[in-house]
């Protein structure tokens, strides 16, 4: 999983000021790729963005030749309005579920996705509501400690879609650790890269606490592996 408000953040800082934003995604990407066309055979991308960024990845990420399987359309019915009245409410963001190539082949778990939804063929437009409450991870100072913490519900549905119990994933801007949470919850393996030690120390704090629950939708696909 590519989170890409944690990729703009950390180029922010980027060492080399010579390297663009577009050039050093390029370089993440293409990095990333070889590593999914090296250690899974299954095994496949998905990356989240606003308007800003996802147009601009999405462009990038086909002629480097992957290939995108969906589009989801995460909508927040909690989304914070748009105070200055200019423009509409930002009321969702966009992931790129994606292969590294054409018709490389790749794990959907359809029966799972098809349960989830009450027994109806699973669509791509996801209502989840943004990360509050407990749920969200607060600094020593009662504010929210990352800006863009992602909400478990999202993942749960990104590690069903495209994984199974004991496979690897890995998560290369893990910000405060949802992604390894959800994936250690579920019964998978992780590995989770992240630069700012505030972040780094918080998701420690929070994997340690999650116990692996195999619900009845993961039970679904683990019976058939």
């Known amino acids: 999983m590519v989170d890409l408000n944690n990729v703009m953040f950390y180029l922010k800082e980027f060492e080399n000021p010579s390297v663009t934003i577009p050039k050093a995604i390029e370089m993440i990407l293409n990095e990333l790729k070889r590593k ?15 308007l800003q960024n996802i147009y601009r990845l999405g ?17 927040k019915p909690n989304a914070p309005p748009n105070f200055t009245g200019t423009r509409f409410q930002n ?3 966009t992931l790129l579920w994606c292969t590294p190539k054409k018709n490389a082949p790749y794990t959907f778990n359809y029966q799972t996705l098809k349960a989830l939804n009450g027994g109806k063929q699973a669509h791509s437009v996801w209502d989840i509501p943004i990360c509050l409450g407990p749920e969200r991870l607060k600094g020593t100072d009662g504010k929210k400690l990352h800006s863009t913490q992602k909400p478990e519900e999202l993942l749960y549905r990104v590690l069903l879609t495209s994984t199974k119990p004991g496979d690897m994933v890995l998560d290369l801007f893990s910000g405060t650790g949802t992604t390894s949470a959800v994936a250690k919850r579920l019964g ?11 972040y780094v120390q918080a998701a420690r704090n929070r994997i340690k606490k999650v116990k692996i629950v195999l619900d009845d939708f993961a039970l679904l696909e683990r019976d058939k592996k």
Do not use: C
């Open 59 to 75: 462009y990038l990420m086909q002629e480097m030749g992957f290939w995108i399987l969906n589009e989801v359309i995460w909508t």
């Open 188 to 198: 998978r393996n992780f590995i989770a890269i992240e630069k700012d030690e505030k």
């Open 91 to 93: 009321h969702h963001e």
């Open 36 to 50: 999914i066309e090296q250690l899974k055979p299954k095994g496949s991308i998905w990356v989240i963005g606003g």
